[in-house]
């Protein structure tokens, strides 16, 4: 009389990572690190905020992080993957059959891992697309204000600067309006 069994395979474990990038596109008013800087103090004027590890936005439960290079965000997700996988056999299979059951079922289970890492690439990657709006928004908004701070101290190292005035359009864009006095 034979009886069925199970063995139960080793657990499958894969590492998912997604990373979306994001940079401004900063006019050369002033040198790069002078424009960089205006933008991080940008950023951080609209509310990012700054740890041990850099300056930071979460927007949407995502990380989003200014690099030390450039004005580029970055934003990775990561997840883990867990397969387990048991094999049903019988007490009458040979030695063969056995390993034949086994090796059949730990491709099985690579196949099943895949496909769920598969599956959670795309789950993040929508993520990301749904916060890259709002990080467009931000990086347009700081690198704007950043323009402007630009212009007043380029204008300053021209002449004496007499006034500065800012104000939005009736498109919502950043006007500024600056008088020199050449020297």
């Not at 740890?51 to 949407?60: A, N, V, Y």
Request: net charge negative; glycine share 6%; hydrophobic share 35%.
């Amino acid at each position: 009389m034979s009886y069925a069994y199970r063995i139960k395979l080793d657990t499958l474990t894969s590492q998912v990572n997604q990373q979306g990038e994001w940079r401004a596109s900063l006019m050369e008013l002033l040198s790069p690190s002078e424009m960089e800087e205006l933008f991080t103090e940008s950023l951080l004027t609209q509310g990012w905020s700054e740890d041990e590890q850099g300056i930071f936005l979460e927007l949407d439960g995502i990380r989003c992080d200014l690099t030390q290079e450039g004005a580029k965000i970055i934003a990775t997700l990561n997840d883990e993957i867990t397969i387990d996988h048991t094999v049903i056999g019988d007490s009458d299979d040979s030695a063969q059959l056995k390993r034949a059951r086994i090796d059949e079922g730990q491709r099985e289970q690579k196949r099943s891992l895949n496909k769920a890492s598969e599956q959670k690439k795309r789950e993040l990657s929508s993520r990301l697309i749904a916060i890259e709006p709002k990080i467009i928004k931000e990086i347009d908004h700081a690198s704007h204000r950043a323009h402007a701070k630009a212009l007043e101290v380029k204008a300053g190292r021209i002449g004496e600067l007499i006034s500065s005035k800012e104000s939005c359009s009736d498109e919502g864009e950043l006007e500024i309006t600056i008088h020199v006095k050449l020297t």
